[in-house]
Each structure stands twice: as structure tokens, then as C-alpha cells.
Nanobody
Framework: EVQLVESGGGLVQAGGSLMLSCALS????????IAWFRQAPGKERDLISC?????????NAANFVKDRFLLSSDSAENTVRLQMNSLNPEDTATYYC????????????????????WGQGTQVTVSS
């Protein structure tokens, strides 16, 4: 069974850091495009960053990411991580990882509807 499980969320003070993990089961990070999204209450789900299926390229989607967020793959643990630094209250949201199982390996899709496997999400709350 193809499955994604996020972990690592929590409460952090402004200026702090968190590392989120997305554990993959039933496939590896080389098989499909993987992305991190986030969704704040009452807002749309936004792409943060994605990597293509052969693990060669990463796309950072949003202006708010800049140099604060970094997506990486850990093949030994079959996990895709999101390192988040210099967090501020505007980063408060539920963070999701997702896989696109029907997308070419050379790229990663930018829209939510191209991802067909989703994790349950992990909550990140940044206090001021």
C-alpha cells in the first residue's frame, strides 16, 4: 500500500526551527514526485516545495519560502524532510506531504490536483 505519514510538527516560538518528516511506504522517493504543501485555516492549500521523481531537481514554489525552507530526501530512511528556519506566526498551518504517482519523473507538478496520495498532515503553530 502506498502511504505517506508526516511527523515533526508542533509549537515553536517565532524565530525558531522545525524539521518535518514524511515517511514513505510502498514506494521510494525515486519513484514519484513528492511535495510539501501547507494550509492555514480558511485559506487554500499552497505548494511549498517539490522534488521530481528521479530525485535530481527541487522546485521551491512560493515567495515566502525564500531561503527559509529546504526540502531534502533521505533514501536510507525512505523519508522526505522539510527543514524550516526563521519561523514566524504567518507560517502557522497544517503541513502536508503528497505524491504524484501519474506524473513524469523529470518534473514535479505545481498544483494540488496533480497529487493523488496525501498524508494526514502535521500541525505547525508559531507563537509570537
Amino acid at each position: 500500500e502506498v502511504q505517506l505519514v508526516e511527523s515533526g510538527g508542533g509549537l515553536v516560538q517565532a524565530g525558531g526551527s522545525l524539521m518535518l518528516s514524511c515517511a514513505l511506504s510502498g514506494f521510494t522517493s525515486d519513484d514519484y514526485a513528492i511535495a510539501w504543501f501547507r494550509q492555514a485555516p480558511g485559506k487554500e492549500r499552497d505548494l511549498i516545495s517539490c522534488k521530481n521523481g528521479n530525485d535530481l531537481n527541487t522546485y521551491n514554489a512560493a515567495n515566502f519560502v525564500k531561503d527559509r525552507f529546504l526540502l531534502s530526501s533521505d533514501s536510507a530512511e525512505n523519508t522526505v524532510r522539510l527543514q524550516m528556519n526563521s519561523l514566524n506566526p504567518e507560517d502557522t498551518a497544517t503541513y502536508y506531504c503528497a505524491a504524484a504517482t501519474n506524473w513524469p519523473l523529470e518534473d514535479c507538478p505545481r498544483s494540488t490536483n496533480q497529487y493523488d496520495i496525501w498524508g494526514q498532515g502535521t500541525q505547525v503553530t508559531v507563537s509570537s
